[in-house]
C-alpha cells in the first residue's frame, strides 16, 4: 500500500491517489453508519495526505455537545507502533484537559493499546461510528475520573493498559 506522495506524484505537487484517505473503497465502509447516525453534523475534510472527521459528541453527564476531531495521516508524525497509519488515527476533544489517558505529545485521546490484540482495538472495519463512540465512552471516563479525585485518586471505569513503551537496550 502506498503511504505518502510517490517521487512523480510529488514532483507534479499532486496527493498520493492510491493513498487509503482518499479511497471510495475505504471512506465509504468506514463512513457509512457514522454518517447516518450523525448526517450533516459529521463533516469530512480530505486534504494532502490527511482525512480529518470534525463532529460534536453528546456525552453522558454534559450538557453541551463535545467538539471532536478524528484524523487519519497519510504518514503519521507520531509513532503506531507497528499498526498501520488507518488503524491508528489521533482523536482529539477537550484540548488542554488533563487525563491519565491522553497523548503526551500532542493531547490526543489515548483510547485503546495498540499492541492489544485487534478485537481489543479500533479498527477500520469497525467503523467511524464506533471510533465515535469509544470516544463518548473515554470523555465520560474521564468526567468520572476527575468527579472521583482527578491526579489525587480518580477512578477510571474502563480498562487499563501500560503506558509507553519499553526501550530497545542499546
Do not use: K
Not at 460534536?56 to 471532536?68: C, T
Not at 476533544?93 to 479500533?122: K, V
Request: charged share 25%; net charge negative.
Amino acid at each position: 500500500m502506498s503511504t505518502g506522495l510517490p517521487a512523480a506524484a510529488a514532483a507534479a505537487g499532486r496527493p498520493d491517489t492510491a493513498w487509503y484517505g482518499m479511497q471510495p473503497w475505504w471512506q465509504i465502509p468506514v463512513e457509512g453508519v457514522a454518517r447516518r447516525e450523525h448526517g450533516r453534523d459529521l463533516c469530512a475534510t480530505v486534504e494532502r495526505d490527511l482525512l480529518s472527521y470534525r463532529v460534536p459528541l453528546e456525552v453522558r453527564g454534559r450538557r453541551n455537545p463535545v467538539p471532536v476531531t478524528i484524523y487519519f495521516f497519510a504518514q503519521p508524525t507520531y509513532p503506531c507502533w507497528g499498526l498501520s497509519p488507518e488503524e491508528y488515527p489521533r482523536v482529539f476533544a477537550d484540548p488542554g484537559r488533563p487525563s491519565p489517558h491522553r497523548m503526551p505529545d500532542d493531547d490526543a485521546l489515548c483510547l485503546y493499546y495498540p499492541w492489544s490484540p485487534p478485537e481489543q482495538r479500533w479498527r477500520p472495519q469497525d467503523g467511524l461510528l464506533a471510533l465515535l463512540d469509544l470516544t463518548c465512552v473515554h470523555l465520560f471516563f474521564e468526567d468520572h475520573w476527575w468527579a472521583t479525585g482527578g491526579r489525587r485518586d480518580g477512578e477510571w471505569l474502563g480498562d487499563e493498559q501500560p503506558h509507553g513503551f519499553p526501550r530497545r537496550a542499546a
